[in-house]
């Protein structure tokens, strides 16, 4: 088994400890940095049949040019959403599939996931066994079904309260009932898809917005490597959803490009959902930061964007930022070579 991500949370603490061990298995930790290419390069010397990783990983790996997951039998993701095109742009490239799931430190690891026989791109999966979950608005009462609410879930394995935090155990444990946070929706068959934390919900002309699905919208075009769509404000101080996206490798920012791109998106999304206006170049280095809350990092935490987002966003924007994942930037000509202390050059 191969993992690199960090063991302070859940994902991390099974990945590496709990599922090695009951097996007997051997666990590669990765020490170093994770780069795609010492990725590659410690597959290819270890070997390993299972792979462990997050979506911006992934990401990460299919835009590095060579490599190969020779030898490896199954990858999983979590920590983030997994774009269903990401998915499948693995899979055309690698012939290997990758489970996606959800979890959470307070029920020890994941009770969502996909299995090996029944893989749906862009769902999270069903039920864990040993888990139940239902789906309540803001009164906690039941939703229908493919009606979206937040994710309660009950079973043995989650923790009894928050150390020192009072409030917040009253907030998230209900009883037999994990308040999980997650806004979700149920299919018939049982499958969940996730649309975001309840404090990412953007209201939009009265109507609720899920930054995911704008966001998997943009990636699905082939000029976006990543994306992250954030709350802005117009002149008459209204929501409106801000999208930032970083390009793939081979594509440089044009107006035609910009153009291509609202033009993809008004096509496939209602139109208070897409992300118009003018345009603004940056490049941002990717920055590691550790898991947090609050509206402004749902763009690291889910998507795993990295990106440094402002409070405030000029609403309807698209901004392009221009840079090579996981590496830093490279100053662009008029600044003077000079990065800010936010990672905006």
Not at 17 to 39: C, D, I, K, N
Not at 172 to 191: C, I, P, R, S
Not at 277 to 297: K, T
Not at 316 to 345: E, K, M, Q, W
Request: hydrophobic share 35%.
């Amino acid at each position: 088994m191969l993992f690199r991500s960090q063991d302070v949370f859940a994902y991390g603490l099974g990945n590496s400890l709990y599922f090695p061990f009951s097996v007997g298995a051997t666990t590669v930790l990765m020490p170093e940095r994770p780069t795609p290419q010492s990725v590659f390069d410690t597959i290819a010397r270890y070997k390993p049949t299972v792979f462990y990783g997050v979506p911006t990983l992934y990401g990460a790996m299919m835009a590095h040019e060579g490599g190969s997951m020779d030898g490896v039998r199954l990858c999983t993701s979590a920590g983030e959403a997994l774009p269903a095109h990401l998915f499948k742009r693995w899979k055309d490239r690698f012939h290997v599939d990758i489970l996606d799931g959800i979890g959470s430190t307070e029920v020890s690891h994941i009770y969502i996931s996909n299995r090996v026989e029944d893989i749906r791109p862009g769902s999270t999966g069903q039920l864990v066994p040993g888990y139940e979950a239902k789906i309540v608005d803001d009164q906690l009462q039941e939703v229908p079904e493919g009606e979206i609410g937040t994710v309660l879930i009950k079973g043995d394995s989650t923790a009894a309260y928050y150390w020192n935090k009072h409030e917040k155990t009253k907030e998230a444990m209900l009883g037999e009932w994990f308040n999980t946070d997650d806004k979700f929706f149920v299919d018939q068959e049982g499958f969940f898809y996730y649309v975001g934390r309840s404090n990412d919900m953007l209201k939009v002309g009265g109507i609720w917005v899920s930054p995911i699905e704008v966001e998997a919208c943009l990636i699905g075009h082939p000029a976006v490597l990543e994306s992250a769509v954030v709350p802005g404000r117009d002149d008459e101080n209204l929501v409106k959803p801000s999208a930032y996206i970083v390009l793939n490798k081979g594509f440089e920012a044009s107006l035609e490009l910009e153009q291509e791109i609202k033009s993809y998106v008004k096509k496939e999304l209602a139109h208070y959902k897409f992300p118009g206006g003018s345009i603004l170049w940056r490049i941002c280095p990717r920055r590691r930061r550790a898991r947090s809350s609050g509206s402004n990092s749902r763009a690291r935490k889910r998507n795993g964007t990295g990106l440094p987002v402002k409070s405030q966003v000029s609403a309807g924007r698209l901004i392009i930022l221009v840079r090579s994942p996981l590496y830093p930037a490279r100053p662009p000509p008029g600044t003077g070579g000079v990065c800010g202390p936010d990672g905006i050059c």
